[in-house]
């Protein structure tokens, strides 16, 4: 089944302490990106990346950092969370060519940082 | 850079009304667009796209979309509303060129309200 998964889907952290959300996908997409969703916000994308090795910032990249090493997978980090960092997280991918931007998400990850 | 907006936050309609969800967007050529909904507590799910050629365009669901380069606008339709379209609906727009090429910009979302 085609998909993206992320793990874990809840967390509650402490301030301060690193963090990885992983973000997996299996239909082999080249482009990859994170968004937060904040209530009355929308979702506001984190980082992008159009293919193994490039990544871009977007419009809320401020203490995040991703990888991305595998064509498959891209990592969220948090290197040292706040609590204003608290939200939903979503991981998404798509095609680059023939279908482009046409966005696959992930189930979310509800972060809490206290 | 290119932006999106959904004026209307909040929309009910009854079981059965149509609907439409007004989505206009701000880019400097012709642009790729996306509507997505987003049930209580799931991911988001890509309901129609547009990239090119006839303006009206039909996705999952039963939903449609049609493309106004005069007005700027991408809006959302549906004949007859179903319990199960209740959910919130996000209107989307990528950058296609240059250096921001895949930055992608979201509405602030619509939530849809039926009533029975």
């Known amino acids: 089944e085609a998909q993206v998964t992320q793990n874990p889907r809840y967390l509650i952290t402490v301030t301060g302490k690193k963090l990885t959300v992983t973000c997996s996908q299996n239909m082999n997409h080249e482009y990859m990106s994170w968004y937060r969703q904040d209530p009355g916000l929308g979702l506001r994308q984190i980082y992008y990346?159009?293919?193994?090795?490039?990544?871009d910032k977007g419009d809320v990249p401020e203490g995040y950092k991703v990888s991305r090493k595998e064509k498959r997978n891209f990592p969220l980090i948090l290197e040292s969370p706040s609590p204003n960092q608290t939200s939903l997280y979503f991981c998404?991918?798509?095609?680059?060519?023939?279908?482009?931007?046409?966005?696959?998400f992930g189930p979310g990850t509800r972060l809490t940082v206290t | 850079a290119q932006s999106v907006t959904q004026p209307d936050i909040h929309i009910t309609v009854s079981e059965g009304a149509s609907l439409e969800l007004r989505c206009n967007y701000s880019y400097g050529a012709t642009p790729y667009l996306f509507w997505y909904v987003q049930s209580p507590g799931q991911g988001l799910q890509l309901l129609l796209k547009?990239?090119?050629?006839?303006?009206l365009v039909q996705g999952i669901k039963g939903f449609e979309a049609e493309f106004k380069r005069s007005q700027s606008s991408f809006n959302l339709r549906k004949p007859s509303v179903h319990w199960s379209d209740a959910a919130e609906y996000f209107c989307a727009v990528p950058q296609l060129l240059n250096t921001n090429a895949g930055k992608s910009t979201f509405g602030d979302g619509t939530t849809l309200t039926v009533k029975p």
């Open positions: 998404a991918s798509s095609l680059y060519e023939g279908s482009p931007f046409a966005q696959y």
């Open positions: 990346s159009m293919n193994v090795e490039v990544t």
């Open positions: 547009y990239f090119s050629g006839d303006t």
